[in-house]
C-alpha cells in the first residue's frame, strides 16, 4: 500500500460522516455546545420604546427653543412604566431601560437640565428621537438569530437568553476514546525508570478532543501486547471515534494495527504522505472511527489537527474549514520530498499587516517545546523546491 496524499485521506475519514443526534440542554450548560436547530426569537427586543439614558422624557416640540422649563408630572425607573401621558410643557423624568412614557419622544439628559422644585429647564436642545432605543430595536419576534452548526460561546448564550430560550437543541458531544500505548511511558507526576518517559499525548489530546467538541474518555496508558490491546478495546464499544497514540508503525512492538485488525477493524490506510504522521492508521471498527496516530508527540498534534479537527467538527453539523493562508517566509528552507510537510513556525505580523511565518531550526517530531512555542506551521507540498527567506508560502493557524 502506498503513501496516500493528504487531502484524499481526509475525504476517506470524513466519507458517510452524520452528525450525532440531537438533545436538548440548559442554558447554563450550552457553553460550547453546537446547535443542531435555528434558534428563533421568542420575544421582541426590546419590547418597547425605551430610554437608553438617564434623564426626562419630553416632547421634542416643547424643547425647540432653550432654556424651556417643563412641568415634571412623574418618574419611570426601569421596570416601573409610567403609565400616564406627556402633555405640552411636561416632562417625566427617567432611567434608562425605563419604557418612553405615552406623548413623550425624546430623552433629554440629566447632565443637560437644572431643577427647581417641580420643574426642570431643559438648556441644550435635544434632536427628536433622540436616546430612545425603539422596540424591536434589536430583534424581532420570528426572526432567526443564531444557525444551527452555530457553536455557543458567551455572547450567543447571552442572545439566545434575551431571546427567551431557557434551554436549546444541540447536538450530542461525539465521544472520543483515546487509547495511549506504550511500556515506555509513565504518567506524570511518577520516577521514569532510566529507559522510560513521562506519557504527554494522551492528556494533550483529551485537551484537544474537549476544544473542538468532544467528549474525552482517556483508557490511560496500555502496555505492548496484544492481549493489553485487545482487553482495552472492549472499552472503546460505543465510541464515535476511536484514537489509539503510538505503536502505529512496523515495528515487532508496535502492535495496534494487529490488535485492532483481531478485533474486527476494516483497515482503510495506514500510510500517508505527510511529515510528521506518516504511518497514520485509519479504519472502521463497527461503527466506530478509528485513527491510529504516531506516538511522537508533534506526529500526533498535526495529525490531530489535519484529521480529527474536522471529523469532529462534521459529527457536529459544522462545515469543515480546511483553509489556509499565506505568509512570507522568514528563513530559507531546503527542498521537500515526497511528502506534504507541517513545519513548525512562529507567525508574527509587520506593521503593514503582512505575516512573516518563520520555522524552528529544528524539526523533530519529539520536540514539544517547539510545538508548544509554535502558532502555526508551514505547510509544504510534496516536492516542493528550495525557497528563500522572502518568499510567499502556505501557512496553517495553530490555535489549539
Known amino acids: 500500500m502506498g503513501l496516500l496524499p493528504v487531502e484524499q485521506a481526509k475525504a476517506r475519514i470524513l466519507d458517510g460522516v452524520t452528525p450525532t443526534e440531537a438533545e436538548r440542554v440548559e442554558l447554563s450548560a450550552a457553553f460550547g455546545r453546537v446547535l443542531a436547530d435555528d434558534v428563533r426569537a421568542r420575544i421582541t427586543q426590546p419590547p418597547f420604546d425605551a430610554s437608553a439614558m438617564d434623564g426626562y422624557a419630553v416632547r421634542a ?66 434632536n427628536a428621537g433622540q436616546f430612545v432605543r425603539p422596540r424591536g430595536l434589536d430583534f424581532a419576534e420570528g426572526e432567526v438569530l443564531l444557525s444551527a452548526g452555530t457553536r455557543l460561546g458567551s455572547r450567543e448564550i447571552a442572545l439566545a437568553a434575551a431571546m427567551n430560550h431557557p434551554a436549546l437543541t444541540v ?54 501486547t496484544v492481549q493489553a490491546l485487545s482487553q482495552a478495546l472492549q472499552d472503546a464499544r460505543n465510541a464515535d471515534i476511536l484514537i489509539t497514540l503510538g505503536g502505529a508503525s512496523v515495528g515487532k512492538h508496535d502492535l495496534v494495527q494487529q490488535a485492532l485488525t483481531d478485533a474486527g477493524m476494516a483497515l482503510n490506510f495506514w500510510k500517508i504522505a505527510m511529515r510528521p504522521g506518516k504511518p497514520l492508521i485509519f479504519g472502521m471498527l463497527g461503527a466506530t472511527r478509528v485513527l491510529g496516530f504516531p506516538g511522537n508527540p508533534v506526529s500526533t498534534f498535526v495529525c490531530a489537527a489535519i484529521f480529527l479537527r474536522p471529523l469532529l467538527g462534521t459529527l457536529l453539523g459544522r462545515t469543515p474549514d480546511s483553509t489556509n493562508v499565506t505568509a512570507t517566509l522568514g528563513a530559507d528552507v531546503k527542498e521537500n520530498d515526497e511528502r506534504q510537510d507541517y513545519m513548525r513556525a512562529t507567525l508574527e505580523w509587520a506593521a503593514d499587516g503582512t505575516c512573516v511565518a518563520t520555522p524552528f531550526p529544528k524539526q523533530d517530531s519529539s520536540m514539544l517545546r517547539t510545538l508548544a512555542a509554535a502558532n502555526g506551521f508551514i505547510v509544504r507540498p510534496p516536492f516542493d523546491k528550495a525557497r528563500r527567506s522572502g518568499e510567499t508560502v502556505e501557512i496553517m493557524r495553530s490555535d489549539f
Open 61 to 126: 416640540e416643547d424643547v425647540i427653543e432653550i432654556p424651556a422649563t417643563l412641568k415634571v408630572i412623574g418618574e419611570a425607573p426601569a421596570g416601573a412604566a409610567f403609565d400616564g401621558e406627556v402633555g405640552p410643557g411636561q416632562a417625566v423624568r427617567i432611567f434608562t431601560g425605563a419604557p418612553v412614557p405615552s406623548g413623550a419622544n425624546t430623552i433629554v439628559i440629566q447632565e443637560n437640565t437644572e431643577t427647581s422644585g417641580a420643574d426642570v429647564a431643559v438648556l441644550v436642545a435635544p
Open 171 to 224: 447536538h450530542r458531544k461525539p465521544r472520543v476514546v483515546i487509547l495511549p500505548t506504550g511500556d515506555e511511558l509513565i504518567a506524570p507526576g511518577g520516577t521514569p525508570a532510566p529507559d522510560q518517559i513521562i506519557s504527554s499525548n494522551n492528556y494533550g489530546m483529551a485537551a484537544f478532543v474537549e476544544r473542538y467538541g468532544g467528549e474525552a474518555v482517556d483508557l490511560g496508558v496500555v502496555s505492548d
